[in-house]
């Protein structure tokens, strides 16, 4: 299966501030998605994402598949978008999603 | 819309005891998935089922782990005999097909002492 790296793994961010987290895999994806897992350990699709950009509220995403990256974009973070944002992928006749390690970010007030 | 329900939240065992753990998906979804996830990594998938049909098996322990989904809808993950390792959380997930959005339910927190 592919291999999937995420970065930054910690981030502190206060209220109001912009931030880009950044998927990285090794191989080429066919299935690419994008999600936030809160500090009740509730897991929540955010976006369903193998190329192009998509756009929901505050959050963005984009997929540059032929150069095997993805970035999630936070604009005017809020405290409740504290927690892990995990990205997943998986590509040829494979279909196990491989999650990465995930971004924890912390939204300060 | 009813999202996917998982039962129990939490479970404390000892080792070698057994244990199972419920799923019941989303309305009409397929594919449904058995995670799992250990404290300070991504879920890791366990198995995959398409329909009442498994698509993929290969990161589950066999000699300790079973699990199946009768009739396509519900489906039981068991652990026998249950090792300090597995402690970890349990996540079910559902998708309408293969290689589709997955939705996840509130996972089964277990502990084994």
Redesign the interface.
């Known amino acids: 299966g592919i291999q999937v790296e995420q970065s930054p793994p910690d981030l502190i961010l206060q209220e109001g501030a912009n931030s880009t987290l950044r998927c990285n895999f090794s191989d080429s994806v066919?299935?690419l998605?994008w999600?936030h897992q809160n500090p009740w350990?509730?897991?929540?699709?955010l976006f369903?994402i193998p190329s192009g950009t998509k756009q929901n509220g505050r959050l963005s995403a984009t997929t540059v598949a032929t150069e095997r990256y993805s970035l999630l974009y936070i604009s005017s973070s809020q405290t409740t978008d504290s927690g892990v944002y995990?990205c997943?992928g998986?590509g040829g006749s494979?279909?196990?999603?491989?999650?990465?390690?995930?971004t924890l970010l912390t939204v300060n007030p | 819309e009813a999202g996917v329900a998982q039962s129990p939240r939490y479970k404390i065992i000892e080792k070698r005891q057994s244990v199972a753990f419920w799923c019941n998906p989303i309305s009409g979804h397929a594919t449904l998935y058995w995670y799992q996830q250990i404290l300070g990594q991504g879920p890791k998938l366990l198995i995959q089922f398409q329909n009442n049909g498994v698509v993929d098996d290969s990161q589950l322990p066999k000699d300790r782990f079973s699990a199946e989904r009768l009739k396509g809808v519900d489906s039981t993950l068991k652990i026998q005999p249950a090792k300090l390792e597995d402690s970890a959380v349990y996540l079910c997930a559902s998708s309408p097909g293969n290689q589709e959005t997955q939705y996840f339910g509130p996972g089964t927190r277990l502990l084994v002492l």
Do not use: R
């Open positions: 066919n299935n998605q999600f350990g509730q897991l929540i699709n369903y995990f997943a998986s494979n279909y196990k999603l491989t999650f990465g390690k995930g």
